[in-house]
């Protein structure tokens, strides 16, 4: 049989061997390529429309990431045993690469277009988010849908003081830097990852050295597509446009817009207000029947005024919407304890950014169960962001979070994980609800979570504060670097590049961009200006407080660890569970026993220390081993013709045998003990025959003159 479609393989540069192929699956899309590394193999497909729906002003662009349980050879959790939902594992990698092609699109293009990637295949070591940049990109460079790529990602680590390009899952344990890159032939074009406490000359290093290795994978991609037999690109007018109309609006409003702008009000709402208020009164200028015709024109020309006047004013006069100048960070205020009952609290609040995190401290039950096609495992760290309507004034259904929620608190996640003990026994929750925002509520989150997790009793390593950078270019290679960005900076600048942090390093990093890509020597500038702004965050936190507590608070479970022999553990659980269950109920304890070898791992948490003693009391009876000569309260459970068995210890029975039960002779056992009754014995050893418990009652009463032992 002839070869079906089209390969092409390359070297990642170590020896792995990279292999693209189109024209064998999924051929009814625009274009379909597998990546192939190893025994893993990712298909990317994408279909764009042919025409814009009307009056749509934006590219509609879905990413949509996916792993096949089959790729690993396991069954999908869950009652319907079916992939199902996206993970939250799943949208943070869809959304890797829609942040990383989304600004590549021609800004007139304007028709649906879907993006699905699919690990297919998984050798469970290779990585799968380092390839789907790559297979996104072929992709669309085998279609004829307009991109000015291409692009491509990868991982870069540091292993061993080592820079390497797309660790495996083994590596990645190890490594001090976990960073996914993006970047065209020219510049880079993002940056998502954590780290521990790297510098920032460290950070430029790692980005370069990825770059090096795009470059390698770009190359390889434009010889695909020739090889594939590229197709030429589609042609398409998505916009209609009155140019003379765009001259009017701007001639008529550009010099009120800059004045707005310039006047450096720092409310967002009033500032709203003003800008609103110049295009109401343009749109005056008109009929009632001009105006149905040209209205949603005339807002679009608008909002290219502003999004001019606004750069412009950053550029030329040093100044920003809200009066600060380029590396000022805007008024702090924050506040720990605020929520008497939570275990942890704090409320940050920069300028017009708030937010209000809370802690909550568990037991391991409480951890997260991880169920994927590839990782599988518990998070004993938990961070959860909330972002509310009302945050900026809307109102709009709650349901659930999206996927910015979910990548804002992944960002946030990582930024603080870097310093928790991970050595606690307890599972940590931080939720951050974003009471306010006006640019950078992610940051606002790190620091607030810094706040309460201090509040908390937390002895996190170092406190860390995050700050969010962005960027106003002009087609002459000017430009300017803004600290702490306002959310309008965000919406008409190039650039939000977020940065988390120690004193002494980075932590996580988030960047995207909304240009072609990113000078290193831009990138320096804005890590060393993130440096100094977070240092001042820092500093403004710390006045609040400056150090962990000594100790958790009163509401928080408290808890003890100590092993116990393996052999003990199913007489603690019990059978069905009963005895352990019985013992929780009754000293209102959480217990959990985890088995490593041959040693129960045994962890005890209730909400106070008499619950906690008494339950751990419980436990070590069970466990406990009788001491020869050793006395016991015995509580009779059966009898027999030959004597009765007792309940000497928890879980712990023995024969009280009929001639044990006095120094004189008892003809019926019935006659001396019924069941329930309580009495004490002295345990005598085991029988040397058959090993079974021997006790005695006799042994401890006194023994009768002219009696011999043996009577």
């Not at 509609?60 to 089959?70: F, G, M, R, S």
């Not at 790529?149 to 490594?175: A, F």
């Not at 004013?313 to 702090?332: C, H, N, S």
């Not at 909550?360 to 972002?387: C, M, P």
Request: proline letters at 4%; glycine letters at 8%; one cysteine or more.
């Amino acid at each position: 049989m002839s070869q079906i479609g089209t390969t092409h393989s390359f070297d990642l540069g170590d020896g792995r061997i990279v292999t693209l192929e189109t024209g064998k699956l999924a051929k009814q899309a625009d274009g379909a390529v597998v990546v192939k590394v190893g025994d893993t193999m990712i298909l990317a497909t994408i279909v764009s429309n042919k025409d814009a729906k009307e009056g749509v002003d934006f590219l509609p662009l879905t990413v949509d990431y996916q792993e096949k349980y089959a790729a690993t050879g396991r069954f999908p959790g869950g009652f319907f045993r079916r992939e199902a939902k996206l993970s939250d594992y799943e949208v943070l990698i869809s959304r890797i690469v829609d942040r990383a092609i989304r600004p590549l699109f021609p800004e007139d293009y304007h028709s649906d277009t879907q993006l699905m990637l699919s690990l297919i295949s998984s050798d469970r070591k290779t990585m799968p988010d380092a390839l789907v940049g790559l297979a996104a990109s072929a992709a669309i460079a085998v279609s004829d849908i307009p991109f000015n790529g291409p692009i491509s990602e990868v991982r870069v680590g540091k292993i061993d003081g080592k820079l390497v390009i797309n660790p495996d899952i083994d590596q990645l344990k190890t490594s001090s830097i976990d960073m996914i890159v993006a970047a065209s032939q020219k510049d880079i074009v993002m940056v998502e990852g954590e780290m521990n406490e790297i510098s920032e000359a460290e950070m430029l290093e790692a980005i370069q050295f990825a770059h090096e290795a795009i470059r390698v994978q770009i190359k390889a991609i434009n010889e695909f597509a020739v090889k594939a037999g590229a197709k030429a690109k589609r042609e398409y007018n998505h916009e209609t446009n009155d140019l003379e109309l765009k001259a009017k609006v701007h001639e008529a409003t550009y010099q009120k817009v800059y004045n707005v702008a310039k006047s450096g009000n720092p409310n967002k709402n009033e500032r709203k207000e003003a800008f609103k208020a110049i295009l109401t009164e343009y749109k005056a200028t008109f009929s009632e029947e001009e105006l149905k015709e040209k209205e949603a024109l005339i807002n679009k020309y608008y909002h290219m005024v502003e999004y001019d006047a606004v750069r412009r004013v950053a550029l030329d006069e040093k100044i920003r919407l809200d009066g600060r100048k380029t590396t000022d960070i805007r008024p702090i205020w924050s506040e720990v304890g605020y929520l008497p009952a939570a275990h942890g609290s704090a409320v940050f609040t920069r300028g017009e950014t708030q937010s209000l995190t809370s802690v909550t401290l568990g037991t391991s039950k409480d951890a997260q169960l991880i169920d994927g096609a590839f990782i599988r495992g518990e998070e004993s760290f938990l961070l959860h962001y909330n972002f509310p309507g009302f945050s900026t004034g809307e109102a709009k259904p709650n349901r659930g979070p999206g996927r910015r929620e979910v990548g804002h608190g992944n960002l946030a996640n990582r930024a603080l994980k870097k310093v928790v003990p991970t050595n606690l026994p307890y599972t940590i929750r931080v939720v951050s609800d974003i009471l306010e925002s006006n640019g950078s509520s992610s940051m606002a989150t790190v620091c607030a979570g810094t706040l309460a997790l201090m509040d908390a009793g937390i002895h996190i390593t170092k406190p860390v504060a995050g700050i969010a950078m962005g960027l106003i270019t002009d087609d002459k290679g000017n430009y300017a670097v803004l600290s702490d960005i306002l959310g309008d900076e965000d919406h008409l600048g190039d650039m939000d590049f977020k940065v988390c942090g120690t004193k002494d390093g980075i932590t996580a990093v988030q960047m995207d961009l909304k240009v072609d890509g990113l000078p290193f020597e831009v990138m320096a500038q804005a890590l060393e200006q993130a440096k100094n702004g977070r240092l001042h965050i820092m500093g403004e936190m710390m006045k609040t407080l400056s150090a962990p507590r000594e100790d958790y608070k009163p509401n928080v479970p408290r808890f003890v660890q100590f092993d116990i022999p393996g052999e003990f553990i199913g007489a603690v659980i019990g059978p069905g569970g009963k005895v352990i269950q019985e013992i929780q109920k009754t000293t209102n304890s959480t217990i959990v026993i985890t088995e490593e070898g041959k040693v129960g791992k045994v962890e005890v948490f209730a909400d106070n220390v008499d619950d906690l003693n008494a339950s751990v009391k419980r436990i070590k009876q069970i466990v406990a081993v009788p001491e020869v000569g050793e006395v016991y309260d015995a509580k009779v459970k059966s009898i027999m013709p030959y004597g009765a068995f007792v309940e000497f210890m928890p879980g712990k029975e023995g024969l009280l045998h009929v001639s044990e039960l006095d120094w004189k002779r008892i003809e019926k056992v019935e006659d001396v003990l019924k069941e329930g009754d309580v009495l004490q014995v002295k345990y005598v050893g085991n029988d040397p025959k058959t090993g079974k418990i021997k006790l005695s009652r006799k042994a401890i009463l006194p023994k009768p003159e002219g009696v011999s032992d043996k009577a």
